[in-house]
């Protein structure tokens, strides 16, 4: 019986081949720009040189805050060829939501563009983001030049590649910023109700009485959240008046 030669196919191995199969064939097609799949592959690879030259390291989280351009396709590709795990940042969230998902992932760098940079600074220095590590796809000042950054490095792939991931399950960080937005904002029942004036008020609570409207609000944001009835891009508790 002849064997028979398999070969798992995930995203990075299918550029691959794509590559080796279609290497002139068009790949990305973005306003006057071309890319062909060998250029797109050699792109990637490029990216995923730089990132490890740069430190980051197997399971580190490299976040990207840029529209739909191919500098974002690319980073599908790249920072999981780097090991990498990608966190790939809406870029019509606030500042303050930004600034939550840098400081909750732990980011190792950050890439932004210039419609997102100023976003991207105040997120960054609110969550502490290391010095030298947000990187612009065009020219912003104080930010590292993308195009210097991958730069002469090797189309060739890693010869210890270890696929990172794209890192999921951002939409509860939203909301808690959301939650934390909406509680701040009636603050003033926190110190107005005690410990024991709550218990007296629990089966008020129950019943939807004696809550202040706005934590009421809160929590039913949450609820339905987790229901999978509001997404990310929805508004959430922070209209509470």
Same mark, same amino acid.
């Given at each position: 019986?002849?064997?028979?030669?398999?070969?798992?196919?995930?995203?990075?191995?299918?550029?691959?081949?794509?590559?080796?199969? @279609? !290497?002139?064939?068009?790949?990305?097609?973005?306003?006057?720009?071309?890319?062909? @799949?060998?250029?797109?592959?050699?792109?990637?690879?490029?990216?995923?040189?730089?990132?490890?030259?740069?430190?980051?390291? !197997?399971?580190?989280?490299?976040?990207?805050?840029?529209?739909?351009? !191919?500098?974002?396709?690319?980073?599908?590709?790249?920072?999981?060829?780097?090991?990498?795990?990608?966190?790939?940042?809406?870029?019509?969230?606030?500042?303050?939501?930004?600034?939550?998902?840098?400081?909750?992932?732990?980011?190792?760098?950050?890439?932004?563009?210039?419609?997102?940079?100023?976003?991207?600074?105040?997120?960054?220095?609110?969550?502490?983001?290391?010095?030298?590590?947000?990187?612009?796809?065009?020219?912003?000042?104080?930010?590292?030049?993308?195009?210097?950054?991958?730069?002469?490095?090797?189309?060739?792939?890693? #010869?210890?590649?270890?696929?990172?991931?794209?890192?999921?399950?951002?939409?509860?960080?939203?909301?808690?910023?959301?939650?934390?937005?909406?509680?701040?904002?009636?603050?003033?029942? #926190?110190? $107005?109700?005690?410990?024991?004036?709550?218990?007296?008020?629990?089966?008020?609570?129950?019943?939807?009485?004696?809550?202040?409207?706005?934590?009421?609000?809160?929590?039913?944001?949450?609820? #339905?959240?987790?229901?999978?009835?509001? $997404?990310?891009?929805?508004?959430?508790?922070?209209?509470?008046?």
């Amino acid at each position: 019986m002849t064997a028979v030669w398999n070969t798992q196919l995930t995203p990075l191995t299918f550029l691959g081949r794509s590559a080796e199969v @279609y !290497p002139d064939k068009t790949a990305i097609v973005y306003g006057e720009r071309r890319y062909t @799949y060998g250029e797109f592959a050699a792109e990637a690879t490029r990216v995923a040189h730089a990132l490890r030259g740069s430190g980051v390291e !197997p399971g580190d989280r490299v976040a990207y805050l840029l529209p739909n351009i !191919p500098e974002m396709l690319v980073a599908h590709f790249a920072v999981p060829l780097a090991g990498a795990v990608l966190v790939a940042i809406n870029t019509r969230l606030s500042t303050e939501e930004i600034g939550y998902i840098l400081d909750d992932c732990g980011v190792r760098a950050v890439f932004c563009c210039e419609r997102t940079a100023e976003a991207t600074r105040r997120a960054a220095l609110e969550a502490r983001v290391p010095e030298g590590a947000c990187f612009a796809t065009g020219y912003v000042a104080g930010f590292r030049s993308y195009a210097a950054f991958k730069a002469a490095q090797p189309a060739s792939l890693p #010869d210890d590649r270890t696929a990172g991931a794209r890192r999921r399950g951002a939409a509860q960080g939203y909301a808690a910023v959301r939650l934390r937005r909406a509680l701040r904002h009636q603050g003033r029942a #926190d110190d $107005g109700l005690d410990r024991r004036r709550r218990r007296q008020l629990g089966g008020a609570d129950r019943a939807g009485a004696g809550r202040d409207p706005c934590d009421r609000h809160a929590r039913a944001f949450l609820a #339905d959240h987790r229901a999978g009835q509001v $997404g990310p891009g929805q508004e959430g508790p922070g209209q509470c008046r």
